[in-house]
């Protein structure tokens, strides 16, 4: 946790215009315990703070226990770093591999992130209670980051309808690539500073050939990291570590 972030339900005596007065209170046990066992901080300190979906800024602990923060002295005035300007669209993972996931794509600064069902996708991911918590994993993400705007999140619970009346508008006059391990093209020949519009993700084992054939159908280019087979995490974290530079 870089930076703490805060929402309009912290802040608090907003004027009659409706803007917030440089106070804030923060009730999250997991905030307060990292506040004090972590950065071992205590009032009169300075944390990072920043508003989602605002800026970056700091604030003063006017008090602290294990109950409440209260902080005092909120200067928000440092825009967030850039976006990644790319749609990641990732098969369903395993519920456990989701929560890493997101957070780490939130961390990264990806704009958009689609979920997307497939065939070696586990049809009961999709009543995972992990899915109600998609929010918490990114804000997770954004405070590792040190970011505060929330990427895009669109879930599409099937396929083929996805790749034919979605995906062309995601790419539009970009690139969309997907990862296989078998393709004949390497992922070397995307430099560093041409980021496709949209990569895309198997499951465990990857998009069967069925899918790859449809993606292909839409424009979608199959490419392949290497000789080595990965895990759909350490995929998509190479892949994206590749752009991060052009941020």
């Known amino acids: 946790m870089n930076v703490i972030l805060l929402n309009s339900e912290n802040f608090i005596n907003k004027n009659a215009e409706n803007t917030y007065q440089p106070q804030a209170c923060i009730y999250d046990e997991k905030i307060i315990h990292h506040v004090i066992s972590v950065l071992g901080a205590k009032a009169g300190d300075e944390l990072k703070v920043g508003e989602i979906g ?44 989701l929560r890493r996931l997101m957070m780490d794509m939130a961390a990264i600064g990806v ?80 430099g560093s500073s041409c980021v496709p519009s949209v990569i895309l993700v198997g499951a465990e084992g990857g998009f069967i050939p069925y899918e790859i054939e449809l993606l292909a159908s839409v424009g979608v280019v199959a490419a392949s990291l290497g000789r080595r087979i990965l895990r759909t995490e350490a995929a998509v974290n190479a892949l994206l570590g590749r752009f991060l530079s052009a941020c």
Do not use: C
Request: glycine fraction near 6%.
């Open 111 to 190: 704009r958009h992130i689609v979920l997307v069902n497939s065939f070696r996708t586990d049809k009961s991911y999709w009543s995972s209670p992990h899915l109600a918590r998609l929010d918490e994993y990114l804000i997770e993400g954004l405070q590792q980051g040190v970011d505060t705007v929330l990427p895009t999140l669109t879930l599409a619970r099937r396929f083929k309808p996805f790749v034919e009346d979605q995906l062309p508008a995601l790419i539009g006059e970009g690139q969309a690539v997907v990862a296989h391990p078998y393709a004949q093209v390497g992922f070397g020949q995307f």
């Open 54 to 97: 605002g800026n970056l800024g700091v604030a003063t602990i006017e008090r602290i226990d294990n109950k409440q923060l209260i902080l005092k002295d909120i200067y928000l005035d440092t825009p967030p770093p850039p976006k990644l300007e790319m749609t990641v669209v990732l098969a369903l993972p395993r519920p456990k591999v």
